[in-house]
Nanobody, 124 residues
Framework: QVQLVESGGGLVQVGGSLTLSCEGS?????????MGWFRQAPGKEREGVSWISGYDGTTYYTNSVKGRFTISRDNAKDTIYLQMNNLRPEDTAVYYC????????????????WGVGTQVTVSS
């Protein structure tokens, strides 16, 4: 089964940066699935943040993070990353990495697998 482990979260001040990592359990995950990041803050619904095509590497972002976050992948390591710059308090959430059949499914938050998440806290 697919297992995903997120890491890299932490506490940062407004305007700071963090890079999240998501390591898969298979070296073939990135070629077989779309992968993405979604987040959930307490009392809030899940929100898609960014996702990337397993087919051609096309990237997608929700409007609130465009220009600040960058998703990338390392096929050799079966790992995706989320570089987050100019963080805002509204970015505070648990960030999850997930796999989906394709980018359409990822855009609908229809992930098949996800990890336990990593906490990102941005202080004012």
């Amino acid at each position: 089964q697919v297992q995903l482990v997120e890491s890299g979260g932490g506490l940062v001040q407004v305007g700071g940066s963090l890079t999240l990592s998501c390591e898969g359990s298979s070296t073939k995950i990135l070629r077989n699935y779309a992968m993405g990041w979604f987040r959930q803050a307490p009392g809030k619904e899940r929100e898609g943040v960014s996702w990337i095509s397993g087919y051609d590497g096309t990237t997608y972002y929700t409007n609130s993070v465009k220009g600040r976050f960058t998703i990338s992948r390392d096929n050799a390591k079966d790992t995706i990353y989320l570089q987050m710059n100019n963080l805002r308090p509204e970015d505070t959430a648990v960030y999850y990495c997930g796999t989906a059949q394709n980018v359409y499914e990822a855009s609908r938050l229809r992930y098949d697998y996800w990890g336990v998440g990593t906490q990102v806290t941005v202080s004012s």
